[in-house]
């Protein structure tokens, strides 16, 4: 996991340019209606996996959906390389991802706030050429979904660029820990999914990498935004 965020992130040192807290409320208010934002989204899909100690990897290609009442779907396309792959490491992955879902309606938000969260300032840096506050947040509760980690906050939106950490609560009997950084672009004031890095040990296969890949997204009707029209925000 350090050598996933080693890469991608330019230290700054000096104090925030604003109080910590008020950069947290700013980001709260900025990111209220997130996730209604994306329901009735949808997205294209790749999925690369790899179990290194057995030396097998695989790659999924899926259609996401998310529907009106933020129920998420996959609809697989193509799927390229071996079946252990495909079957002990990315439909763990997406049936875990589909519980959680289901049990998200049913259980107190996950939100990354100050409710579900301890933000403790860490420091200014630059995030893939943007301005960025790294805080870190500490769940109040250990609850599935949650997770101990890094929030990246882009300075000028104040919306979430990048969360990396560890799962404080394994999503699924198969799975232990699981380390993760999950990366944004910023689209027409939402944070859009660009990219998940997971590090995840199975109680089957040994220890599993993931990359998820996020393109085409678009909701409803409206005109697919790809990755190359957020680069231009």
């Known amino acids: 996991l350090s ?3 080693g890469v991608c992130i330019s230290m700054v040192a000096g104090p925030a340019a604003e109080p910590p807290g008020t950069i947290v409320e700013n980001y709260c208010a900025a990111s209220r209606g997130q996730e209604q934002s994306f329901q009735g ?10 179990l290194p100690r057995l030396k097998k990897q695989g790659r999924l290609h899926a ?5 009106a009442l933020g129920r998420i779907t996959y609809e697989k396309l193509r799927f390229e390389g071996d079946g252990t792959v495909q079957n002990q490491v990315i439909a763990r992955y997406l049936t875990a991802e589909a519980e959680a879902q289901a049990q998200k309606s049913q259980a107190p938000s996950l939100a990354v706030t100050p409710a579900n969260y301890k933000f403790k300032y860490k420091s200014r840096s630059q ?16 609850r599935q979904g949650l997770f101990k980690g890094d929030l990246w906050i882009d300075a000028g939106t104040y919306l979430r660029v990048q969360e990396s950490g560890y799962l404080v609560k394994s999503p699924s009997i198969f799975l ?5 950084v999950r990366k944004y672009r910023i689209r027409d004031g ?8 997971s590090v995840v040990d ?31 925000q």
């Open 63 to 67: 259609l996401r959906r998310i529907s």
């Open 202 to 232: 199975t109680r089957l296969a040994g220890q599993a990498e993931l990359t998820i890949d996020f393109s085409n997204f678009s909701i409803d009707s409206a005109r697919p935004m790809t990755m190359g029209d957020a680069d231009n």
């Open 176 to 180: 232990k820990k699981v380390a993760f």
């Open 41 to 50: 989204a949808s997205m294209d899909v790749e999925i690369q996996a790899a």
């Open 127 to 142: 995030l893939d050429g943007r301005d960025v506050y790294i805080f870190q947040v500490m769940p109040r509760q250990k």
């Open 190 to 197: 939402i944070s859009v999914p660009l990219q998940v890095q």
């Open 3 to 5: 050598l996933l965020i």
